[in-house]
């Protein structure tokens, strides 16, 4: 999977942006959130009390840039258990809006938080659980 550090403007898939989605009105600043990869450090720490169940959630409510290809784990894909059903992978994004900006984050963050102690940024964190479907 591509790696981004956090909080960097996203470049991932903005060709493929479609203005008619539902999500941020063009000419918002989209940042990237949870863009994690194997040899790459990241921040850990115990999440906010219902971060995991907003983002999965989210994975339903805030989806975008759906593609034909998955993002499997890094961590997880590389275990011989990862081919049975239920590995962890991804096939989209979660836009989340802050405020003034909005984040793009894979749909693998809220596995990445679960079972990886991945600890998001402060204000994704404060964007995703002031969302109208937080927990
Ligand atoms: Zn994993």
Known sequence: MTYYADLTPYTYDSDNWDPGAPGPRRGVAV????????????????????????????????RAQQTRGFHLCPWCASRRSSRRPGRPEGSAEIRVIGRGVAYAAPELIAHYVEAHDYLPPAEFMEAVLSSEVAA
């Open 31 to 62: 940042l990237n959130a949870g863009w994690l990869d194997r040899g790459r450090s990241y921040p850990q720490g115990s999440p906010p009390p219902g971060l995991v169940e907003t983002l999965k959630r989210m994975t339903r409510t805030h």
